[in-house]
């Protein structure tokens, strides 16, 4: 049983340009969510999906940056215009349940870098 | 609002000896839940220890262990027979069952062999 599966783990990316980070949940779980780490700095929380449907995207940019979680095939994270302020890790993780008593399990995350 | 503070930016221990790293919290809440997350060098992040809030008891896996003071919203880890795989940035998380984890800044513990 394949863990959460993020790609690519590396991106580069020049200013302007657009940046897809795709998450594979683990398997059986529905919920997704996306955090971004900046140097230095624990993560913070963007946006938490659920199947076809956004449930909450309080921590999410309010320009340049989507989400979403189709049907079918992995999340998306999309930044439009890429600055170099984006350069971050950004990890997805996963749950089985909206609850959030067990933890997530997460991915090793996408290094962008914004050159 | 939520936050979380790791106040020890860098921490050493030597191999076999123990360590604890210090978390405290700010919440109005009564019900949640408190994690110890390890990320090493390959950026994994890897849940170590949970804690229930409305349990007394202190949570324990193996070598870790936790000191949760409720009253004080502090929730250290101790690891013990610190292993030179213990290496790594540590990071002390939070929910309320919402939708969303609070996360400190991190520790890095580096274990001398």
């Known amino acids: 049983n394949a863990g959460v599966m993020q790609n690519p783990r590396h991106l580069v990316r020049r200013r302007g340009q657009e940046a897809r980070l795709r998450c594979s949940p683990m398997k059986g779980h529905s919920h997704v969510y996306w955090y971004r780490q900046l140097p230095e700095e624990g993560l913070k929380f963007m946006v938490y999906l659920q199947k076809e449907n956004i449930i909450d995207e309080s921590g999410m940019p309010k320009e340049r940056f989507s989400a979403e979680f189709p049907k079918e095939g992995p999340s998306i994270l999309r930044i439009q215009q890429v600055v170099r302020g984006d350069s971050a890790a950004y990890f997805c993780?996963?749950?089985?349940?909206?609850?959030?008593?067990?933890?997530?399990?997460f991915g090793s995350g996408t290094r962008l870098t914004v050159v | 609002a939520q936050t979380v503070t790791q106040s020890q930016p860098e921490m050493s221990v030597q191999e076999a000896e123990t360590v604890t790293l210090s978390c405290t919290y700010d919440t109005s809440e009564n019900n949640y839940y408190l994690f110890w997350y390890k990320q090493p060098p390959s950026r994994q992040m890897i849940l170590v220890i949970r804690?229930?809030?409305?349990?007394?008891q202190n949570a324990t896996e193996n070598r870790f262990s936790v000191n949760f003071q409720k009253a004080a919203k502090s929730f250290s880890l101790k690891i013990s027979d610190s292993q030179l795989g213990d290496t790594a940035m540590y990071f002390c998380a939070f929910t309320n069952t919402g939708n969303q984890f609070y996360f400190g800044t991190g520790t890095s513990l580096t274990v001398i062999p």
């Open positions: 804690q229930e809030a409305y349990k007394q």
């Open positions: 993780a996963s749950s089985f349940e909206p609850r959030l008593r067990y933890g997530y399990t």
